[in-house]
């Protein structure tokens, strides 16, 4: 099993930007999908972005099109999301998590009961 640690969360004003990072580490992080959710209390947690463990595929939520951007470096096991012009709805506790796709490199998962492994979280507030 993957483990991963999710960093760069933290509290912004409405137009701000914040960098997440999510590291993996005990499996070949190459072979992974890698999504993030997020998720507010009282509420299912919510696809947010995916890339494919090429790094070839993303996708993202129409909700944050345009604002955010994942992306992924297999050389340090880590996954980013760039999130720009965040807005007060953004806010929540963001999750990275993990897809076997070993033999699909351009799969992309948006389903939360596909992911195997999750983080622990990080909390990003945005203020109006």
């Known amino acids: 099993q993957v483990q991963l640690v999710e960093s760069g969360g933290g509290s912004v004003q409405a137009g701000g930007s914040l960098r997440l990072s999510c590291a993996a580490s005990?499996?070949?992080?190459?072979?992974?999908?890698m999504g993030w959710f997020r998720q507010v209390p009282g509420k299912e947690r919510e696809f947010v972005s995916a890339?494919?463990?090429?790094?070839?595929?993303?996708v993202y939520a129409d909700s944050v099109k345009g604002r955010f951007t994942i992306s992924r470096d297999n050389a340090k096991n880590t996954v980013y999301l760039q999130m720009d012009s965040l807005e007060p709805e953004d806010t929540a506790v963001y999750y990275c998590?993990?897809?076997?796709?070993?033999?699909?490199?351009?799969?992309?998962?948006?389903?939360?009961?596909?992911?195997?492994?999750w983080g622990q979280g990080t909390q990003v507030a945005v203020s109006s």
């Open positions: 890339i494919s463990w090429s790094g070839a595929n993303t």
């Open positions: 998590a993990t897809h076997d796709s070993r033999g699909s490199p351009w799969r992309v998962v948006t389903t939360a009961p596909e992911y195997d492994s």
């Open positions: 005990g499996r070949t992080f190459s072979n992974y999908c």
